[in-house]
């Protein structure tokens, strides 16, 4: 029997089908160094012809398999990795959202962040106050499960009113943001435990 090398064509003996037999029988497997193939025989006589097929080696499939899948689970874990605001772009949120309800003559007493120390917008609070001066002033408050501000607006005369801005309800893959609503206020209430710097007593 002659044997060609792998992928080309080889010759073997004749087998006990008849030349008019179309029917394809299988030879025993034969081994290449480009993998396992396994060689067919065609006719009968001089003309017979073997050709060689060979299957697709396992190996480069198994890395092409592997990779898909790592990029499956690498999109998987982004999809469900949630957006985290930093502290300075919380900030610069609730002053953005709060710039269109602070009135263009009014003293800007500050902003006061939840545990930092009041003393410099109170003392322009007072002063304004004493001056009859609008102002307002922009305070944190404590939230259960979300960021609360509060914006004292004193409009002179002992008109006062506040905007109270709450994070509840931000979508977490977004910007962060923040609902608002207004209400009426029958004078300050200045430091309490908790509270904003500069909050409302209702009326």
Known sequence: ???????????????????????NSPLPPVVSKEGYGCLWF??????????????????PISLI??????????????????YRPTHAEWLKAIEKAAAPHTPAKARAC?????????????????????????????SQ????????????ISEG???????EFDSYGWVD?????????AISCASPRIAQPGEPAVWCNRR
């Not at 992928?7 to 030349?19: D, E, K, V």
């Not at 065609?42 to 190996?59: E, I, N, Q, Y």
């Not at 902003?111 to 307002?136: D, I, Q, R, Y």
Request: with cysteine; net charge neutral.
């Open 1 to 23: 029997m002659a044997r060609a090398t792998a992928g080309t064509i080889a010759l073997q003996h004749c087998h006990p089908h008849s030349p008019h037999d179309m029917n």
């Open 42 to 59: 065609f006719g009968c006589g001089k003309t017979s012809l073997g050709v060689m097929f060979h299957t697709v080696p396992l190996l």
């Open 65 to 82: 398999l592997c990779s898909l899948g790592f990029v499956l689970a690498l999109a998987t874990l982004g999809s469900q990795m949630k």
């Open 110 to 138: 500050g902003t006061v962040e939840l545990g930092a120390n009041p003393e410099k917008s109170l003392k322009c609070v007072t002063a304004a106050m004493g001056e009859g001066h609008p102002f307002w002033v922009l």
């Open 141 to 152: 408050g404590q939230g259960e499960d979300s960021i609360v501000w509060a914006l004292f």
């Open 157 to 163: 005369a002992d008109r006062y009113r506040s905007v």
């Open 173 to 181: 893959r977004g910007s962060p943001s923040f609902t608002w609503y």
